[in-house]
């Protein structure tokens, strides 16, 4: 009897959702420690770059500093050696950033525009020349590598800041135009006509109508470049001299120099001091840097 | 006024032409001239300096009696296997759980995606710190008593390639879980329904629906992670510098130091030729799949 007046008196309605089912569980049983695998790295180089040498040869890397220190920080940014030079890795940051500046703005400068006339302005032959561009960017690095020195050499920009803006312009194009193009395109053509019958022409039309109404795929391209150029290893190891090395260049020498005693906790700080740009970019952006990657996997 | 109506063909839209030789220039000049030049010097003896010396095919015979290029193949080859067949399935998996409707999905995104944007020498230098066999993984899980935990890749030219696929993996899923989950959220809601109806189990529903009909999605990842590991060269320099030994070489690394340390272009050449041909051989088929294929279906 007890049975029967506990099923009619229970819980009407629909089943609720339990908070523990087995199902969540694994969903965020597997989430979380897949997280842990991610939040790891950056977690050890905090740790590591805040503590003193004498505890890290006590201790183990993933536990927090007893004595926070923010020397090693210091020494990376401005004491770090490379080869004879001991100014630390600030050299390298400034060098960056006078490429990152110059390339960024004209690498956009030229996709928006290519993107634009492709889009608005089709001649006999843009398609074709499109098309390589695309296929190009598959093209390995190395195989255009030394073709490009002899460019630079002739131009006489070889070794030079200006040099590396320039193949950073040329590399970062077919990625760029394509994501010109593609929001170009999707843009009313009825607005590009309209403008036609009022008389305006190509840079009319581009800087009173196109830029105003394109600002947030300036601000993708932005952050997809300011990222990837920061990031650069190749080019600027190839193309600029040991005094013009861009950060990641210079984080590398002085991190695997063969010379000296390891400094763990200054290779740390130098580590995330030069993660620390694209990082800034990634978290302030959020949803916006997830559609700049997005765009370099949708084919156009 | 007859002839400013009708200007000649190249006269016409001349601003966006003009607008156009950036992009006409890079084609030409640096994606067809550079790869063709290159191409044809690799069939020239060039050392410091390239010469139009022609020995047919010498540096390529050379190049595969090298018993580095050789393992620069072989770990090409095994890292790219491994690393394709980790990242697809991760990134799928993990796509898949973030697309239970979950709660926190941005901040898990976050997470897993911060990586993606630090270089891979970044990477390769945290990792190397974090196998550091005195002072990382190896040492704390003895730490704690299992004494005879052994787990150093970096200095054991067996396994080196796990230790750069770790951190490689820690750098790219992310970006793979992104794609394959818009992938998913690209499904119509009403194949899920139809299938529900149908009482089909939802892990069965993934892999017999679902799958299949990402298939475009599953491609284009791999040409892009594909060619992606083909170019694999700042990860392997800041974590192993190649080492130890030789056995943890790629081809690029080949490639750069024949063509800027060795002082032997020729060498160079050749080999980053035959890194062009290994990318035609994962480009053209899917080039044509994808537009080959449209004409005829």
């Known amino acids: 009897m007890a049975d029967l007046s506990a099923t009619m008196t229970g819980p009407r309605g629909a089943k609720p959702r339990r908070v523990l089912s087995g199902r969540n569980i694994m969903v965020y049983g597997t989430l979380i420690v897949v997280s842990l695998y991610y939040i790891l790295p950056l977690w050890v180089m905090v740790m590591t770059s805040l503590k003193g040498m004498p505890e890290i040869r006590l201790g183990n890397i993933f536990a927090p500093p007893v004595e926070v220190t923010f020397q090693p920080w210091v020494k990376a940014w401005s004491e770090a050696c490379t080869g004879l030079n001991c100014d630390g890795l600030s050299r390298g940051f400034w060098n960056s950033v006078q490429i990152l500046i110059p390339s960024v703005v004209l690498s956009i400068i030229v996709a928006s525009v290519n993107g634009y006339a492709l889009v608005n302005w089709r001649f006999k ?3 074709v020349f499109f098309t390589i561009l695309i296929f190009g960017s598959f093209i390995p690095y190395q195989v255009m590598l030394y073709p490009i020195v002899i460019l630079l050499r002739e131009m006489g920009i070889y070794g030079t800041l200006w040099g590396l803006v320039l193949v950073h312009t040329i590399f970062g194009m077919p990625i760029l135009t394509l994501l010109f193009r593609n929001y170009f395109s999707s843009l009313p053509e009825e607005l590009f006509k309209a403008a036609r019958v009022d008389g305006a022409g190509f840079w009319g039309i581009y800087f009173q109508i196109m830029l105003p109404m394109s600002l947030p795929i300036f601000v993708v391209a932005i ?10 290893f190749l080019f600027g190891v190839v193309y600029t001299k040991p005094d013009l090395y861009p950060m990641t260049v210079q984080l590398n020498n002085i991190v695997n120099s063969v010379q000296g005693v390891k400094e763990y906790n200054v290779n740390m700080a130098a580590t995330l001091l030069t993660g620390l740009v694209p990082l800034i970019v990634y978290f302030v952006s959020g949803k916006l840097f997830v559609r700049g990657i997005a765009a370099g996997a949708v084919k156009g | 006024m007859a002839q400013a109506k009708h200007p000649g063909r190249l006269l016409r839209n001349l601003n966006a032409k003009i607008a ?3 992009m006409v220039l890079t084609t030409l000049v640096v994606f067809l001239g550079g790869t063709i030049w290159t191409v044809v010097y690799s069939f020239t003896n060039s050392k410091l300096l390239p010469r139009t010396n022609f020995v047919g095919f010498d540096q390529y015979e050379r190049l595969w009696d090298s018993s580095r290029w050789i393992v620069s193949i072989q770990n090409l080859l095994v890292f790219g296997v491994l690393s394709l067949v980790f990242t697809i399935v991760m990134g799928f998996v993990l796509a898949v759980l973030m697309d239970q409707k979950i709660r926190f999905e941005d901040t898990f995104r976050t997470i897993m995606l911060y990586p993606f944007a630090l270089s891979f ?9 974090i196998l550091n066999p005195e002072f990382g993984i190896e040492s704390i899980v003895r730490s704690w008593g299992w004494e005879s935990f052994a787990f150093d890749p970096l200095n054991n030219p067996e396994v080196v390639l796990y230790g750069l696929l770790i951190a490689g993996l820690w750098q790219g899923t992310g970006f793979v879980m992104c794609i394959m ?6 499904i119509d809601e009403d194949i899920w329904k139809a299938a529900r109806v149908d009482g089909i189990p939802t892990w069965k529903t993934y892999v017999l629906i679902i799958i299949p009909m990402m298939r475009p999605v599953f491609i284009t990842t791999l040409v ?12 392997v320099v800041a974590q192993t510098s190649g080492g130890p030994g030789n056995a943890s070489q790629v081809p690029a690394m080949y490639v750069y130091d024949y063509m800027f340390q060795a002082q032997n272009l020729g060498q160079g050449f050749a080999a980053s030729t035959m890194m062009l041909l290994s990318v035609l051989i994962v480009l053209i088929p899917w080039a044509y799949l994808e537009f080959g294929g449209k004409k005829h279906g």
Do not use: E, F, H
């Open chain 1, 125 to 127: 032959g843009s398609d």
């Open chain 2, 20 to 22: 156009a030789v950036p």
């Open chain 2, 121 to 129: 020498i970044v990477t390769g230098l945290v990792w190397q710190w």
């Open chain 1, 223 to 232: 952050i997809l470049q300011v990222t990837g150029i920061w990031n650069d």
């Open chain 2, 224 to 235: 892009l992670v594909a060619s992606g590991i083909i170019k694999l060269y700042d990860l």
């Open chain 2, 181 to 186: 989950l818009a992938g998913l959220r690209g």
